[in-house]
């Protein structure tokens, strides 16, 4: 059975993107376990926004040998990479997929899909690059929510230009 896993990076001051959206700041100078963490991934599932960033930060879809979801007020159906579905299916899906298969569910963003997940306690473990710069405004990680949660710190991993991998499972 797998699990949902919250797998992101944010500015040490609590952003994951500018205002607008862009991630100019972020480093991609190095993996940061990224390679290790996707072959544990069976499901990718992000939101709206998100998903129409990818197409422009990068000329192939890099899922293609994952099943996708796109979380969305705006779109229903599929198309050639992801499968849209609203809000209030992600309980249904997370419990279909969780039964179903053997790797774990990442979700990607953005902050208002983190949210749902957060709202309906459905993470199972967050994974929480932390890079030293601060942008000073942007888009939260974490929006206001109605849920506290006890997590336990599993792992901390420090990388050599300041990066902080912070995993937290639930109690």
Same mark, same amino acid.
């Given at each position: 059975m797998g &699990? #949902? #896993? %919250?797998? @992101? *990076?944010q500015s040490v001051d609590g952003y994951? *993107? $500018? =205002? +607008?959206? *862009? @991630? !100019?700041?972020l480093w991609d100078d190095q993996d940061y376990g990224y390679e290790k963490f996707i072959t544990t991934i069976d499901t990718v599932i992000l939101g709206r &926004?998100?998903? =129409?960033?990818i197409f422009q930060l990068t000329d192939q879809f890099p899922y293609r040998s994952k099943d996708v979801y796109v979380v969305s007020n705006m779109q229903e159906g599929s198309d050639d990479y992801a499968t849209f579905i609203q809000p209030e299916q992600i309980r249904p899906l997370i419990n279909l997929l &969780? +039964? !179903?298969q053997h790797k774990n569910i990442w979700v990607v963003g953005g902050a208002q899909v983190i949210h749902h997940f957060i709202n309906k306690n459905l993470i199972? /473990?967050?994974? @929480? *690059?932390i890079q030293p710069t601060m942008i000073g405004s942007g888009i939260p990680l974490f929006e206001k929510n !109605? #849920? /506290?949660?006890?997590?336990e710190l599993y792992e901390a991993k420090p990388f050599s230009t300041g990066m902080l %991998?912070?995993?937290? $499972? &639930?109690?």
């Open positions: &699990k #949902v #896993v %919250l797998y @992101i *990076a994951i *993107a $500018r =205002e +607008n959206g *862009a @991630i !100019d700041w &926004k998100t998903y =129409e960033q &969780k +039964n !179903d199972d /473990e967050y994974q @929480i *690059a !109605d #849920v /506290e949660q006890q997590l %991998l912070l995993t937290y $499972r &639930k109690n």
